[in-house]
Nanobody, 123 residues
Framework: VQLQASGGGLVQAGGSLRLSCAASGRTFSTYAMGWFRQAPGKERELLAA????????YYSDSVKGRFTISRDNDQNTVFLQMNSLKPEDTAVYYCAASRTLMAYQRAEVYDYWGQGTLVTVSS
């Protein structure tokens, strides 16, 4: 599967952004999907994940209650709605895919990566 993330940009603290990740192929519904981010000098972090059918989700403590992951299997797209953004959310955001059935909340199961989209939150 090939992934293309978009929707990043510059936003003021407290604002919102919606990231999208479009997947190629006709097997999108067989992949669990995740959103990661990596800030300068920091390790890549799994923020949110969603199961193949979209019925189960995972959020890291850093974004729980502010970010929402969703997917549209008919459109081969996964989304990350980001609200109440903070300067510390500034990072490159990546979408990723995994064939896992149940372990989508584990960062190490993701094998396929998009190119990243930069999110900058100004104070």
């Amino acid at each position: 599967v090939q992934l293309q993330a978009s929707g990043g940009g510059l936003v003021q603290a407290g604002g919102s952004l919606r990231l999208s990740c479009a997947a190629s192929g006709r097997t999108f519904s067989t992949y669990a999907m995740g959103w990661f981010r990596q800030a300068p000098g920091k390790e890549r972090e799994l923020l949110a994940a969603i199961s193949r059918g979209g019925g189960s989700t995972y959020y890291s403590d850093s974004v729980k209650g502010r970010f929402t992951i969703s997917r549209d299997n008919d459109q081969n797209t996964v989304f990350l709605q980001m609200n109440s953004l903070k300067p510390e959310d500034t990072a490159v955001y990546y979408c990723a895919a995994s064939r896992t059935l149940m372990a989508y909340q584990r960062a190490e199961v993701y094998d396929y990566w998009g190119q990243g989209t930069l999110v900058t939150v100004s104070s």
